[in-house]
C-alpha cells in the first residue's frame, strides 16, 4: 500500500506542500483564485524549529485511534485509506484529540478533515508533486 | 560612508493579482530579499540584496515573481559603462579587490559559434546513428609510437595506463568547499553512471567518496590540500593543476568560513583557517621540476594512472604545452579564459588569459609539428556550452572536453556570479546546511546523466551526418570545419578554411 513518507534529510521547510495540499482540496482551478486572502488549513503541515523541519501528514494507522474514537463512524479505514465523511461528523473533536500525529484538524466548518492521500484529486498526493526536493515521496515501504 | 552610490541591480516585480503570500520566497531567499510585513499583510522586498539566481522565481507556486534588470539608467557613455561606473562606486566603499565568480561575462568574441560543421551530401554516405554503430569511447593517455606483437600475436608493446571514456566528456575539477557534499556527490554519482570522469578539484576526496574512485581524477594543486598517499591511489587518474582558466596567474582562496567540519577535515587542515593555495607550485619553476612531480606521483601510484597538468590558456600555450608534453604528462588539460571560478579578482577573470579554441588549435599544430602529438591527449574546457561545441574541439584536435558550468546548470545554477558569497540558494556553492541540503543528489545526479546523455546522442548525429562513426575519426579533422566572419590571422591559427571555400 503506497502512503506519503517525508525524508526529513530532503525537506528544506519551503511549506510548498502545505499550499499543494490547500490548492489540491480547494476544489477551484487556479491556485492564486484558490489561496489569494485565505488562511490555509493543509492536511499536511511543516514543522519548523529553525534547525530541523519536516512535513507531517496523516500515517493511516493500521490501529487508527481517531477511527476507533470517532463517535459517529465519519472516520472509516478502508484499503488502508482513513478518510472521513464530512456529513456525517458531528464536529465533536474526539479524533483531534486522540490523534498522535495532530492530523485530523477543524475545516472551520463545523466538521473535521484529514489527508485522504488525494483519492479524490488525480490518485497522485498533489504534496509529493509540488515538493522541490523529493522530501516527501508516495511509495510502498 | 552613510549612504551608497550603488542602486540596485535588478527589480523584484511581484504580481499582486497572483501572490497569495506563502512566503515561500522569504524562505527560500538566503540573501534576506523577501519579507512578510504582518502589520500590513503585504510581501516586501529589498532590490540591494538580490542577485537574480531566480530560487524565489523557480519555487513561487503562483509564478507571481519576476526578476528584472533595473530600468534606472546613467546618462548614456560608451566609454564609462553603468557597469564600470557601478564597480568604481564599489572599490571607493569598499578599498577592496573586486571578486567574481563563474566565467569570464564580457563580449569577447566565442570561436566556436563563429565556427561550421561540415555534413556528406551526395559523394560520401551520411550514417545513421539509430541504425548503425557509432564508437563515442575515448581512451586518454600516452600513445605508443608503434605497437610490435610477438609471433603468436600476444602485444609485446608495454601500454601506458589509460584513462577509459564512454563519452569524450569529463566534469571538470570543483572542489570540496567550494561546492558542497551534495553537488561533490551528485557529479560523482553520474561519472560513475556515464563511464567517465569527475575531478576532485584541489579540497580533497571525501572519504564518503572513495568509491566512486574508478571515475575520479585527483587534484594535486598549489595548496596540495588533502593530498596523501591513499588520496592518490584512488583515483583514476591524477592531475597536477598548474593553473585556471578564470585567473591564470594567481592562487586561490577559499575563505576560512568555508572551512567547516567535513571540508576542513577533507582538506587536512583546521576548522576556520583560510585555504590558499599559492600561485606557483613553490616546487615547480620549470619543466624539469614539473617532470620531478609527475614522476614523483607516477612512482607513488606505481605508473598504474595517467597524469594529467592542467594549465589556463596563456599568450605562450602552444610552447607551454610542448614542454608539458616531454615532461611525461600524459594528458594536457587546457582551461580557456571562459573557465568558471568559484571566486576569482573581477580584473583578472575579465582581462587575463585567451580563448580556448585558438590556444586548442595552436597546441594541436604545435604537437603535430614537433612529432609529438601522439605522446599526449588533449583535453580542453572553458566554457563547452553544448554538443556541438564538443564536436569543434574534436574537430580541432582535442581528445576529449571538460565541463563544468554546464554540469552547474544541470543541478539548477543560474549563473547568478555570486558563488563567492557562500550563499547559493542552489545548494551548490556553499557549506551552510540548510541550503547543502537543496541539492538532493538522487535528483540532480539523474539530470546530470540526462545531460551527457543528451549531448552523446546529438554527437552521434553530428558525427553520422559527416560520415564519420567514431570520434578517433573526427579528432583533428580541420576540413570538417569552416570559419564564418573571421579574418585570415584567425582562420590562419585555427587552421580552417572560410565558409565557401
Redesign the interface.
Known sequence: MKRVYVNE??C?????C???CA?ANSGKTH??SA??N?KIRPNIRVEDDGKVCYAVSCRHCEEPLCVTSCITGALTRENGVITIDGARCVGCFTCVLSCPYGCVRPTGQGAMQKCELCLTNGGVPRCVI?C????IVFEER | MAFTLLFPDFDILRDPNRCIKCRVCERQCANEVHQYDEEHDIMLADENKCVDCQRCVTLCPTKALRICENEQVFRKNANWRAQTIKEIYRQAESGGVLLSSMGNPEPFPVYWDKTLINASQVTNPSIDPLREPMETKVFLGKKPEMIERSADGTLKTELTPQLELKVPLMFSAMSFGSISYNAHKSLAMAATELGICYNTGEGGLHEDFYQYGKNTIVQVASGRFGVHKGYLEAGAAIEIKMGQGAKPGIGGHLPGTKIVGEVSRTRMIPEGSDAISPAPHHDIYSIEDLRQLVYSLKEATRYAKPIIVKVAAVHNIAAIASGIARSGADIIAIDGFRGGTGAAPTRIRDNVGIPIELALASVDARLREEGIRNSVSLVVGGSIRSSADVVKAIALGADACYIATAALLAMGCHLCRSCQAGKCNWGIATQQPDLVKRVNPDIAAPRLVNLITAWGHEIKELLGGMGINSIEALRGNRLMLRGIGLNEKELSILGIAHAGE
Request: net charge negative.
Open positions: 534529510e530532503w528544506l521547510g519551503c511549506r510548498l502545505e499550499y499543494h490548492f491556485m492564486a489561496l489569494m485565505v509540488g522541490p526536493n523529493n522530501a
